[in-house]
């Protein structure tokens, strides 16, 4: 496994690619971050698409 820092290293490379490339990295920043935090706890689940359409709904709110 991954140490925490190095947890921490990846997700930031993530959060540096999102600012660097993404058109809205403000709003995939919360994602990321979730997801690197999600991933070092061991909760692993998939998004079906109708969760996706709903995460980007709410988000144009």
């Known amino acids: 496994g991954q140490s925490a820092l190095g947890?921490?290293?990846?997700?930031?490379?993530?959060?540096?690619?999102a600012l660097l490339f993404?058109?809205?990295?403000?709003?995939?920043?919360?994602?990321?971050?979730?997801?690197?935090?999600d991933g070092r706890l061991g909760v692993f689940h998939t998004i079906t698409p109708q969760e996706w359409?709903?995460?980007?709904a709410a988000e144009r709110r």
């Open 53 to 56: 359409a709903e995460r980007l």
């Open 7 to 17: 947890a921490a290293g990846t997700v930031a490379q993530f959060i540096v690619k």
């Open 22 to 37: 993404d058109e809205r990295p403000f709003a995939r920043i919360p994602w990321i971050v979730r997801a690197g935090l």
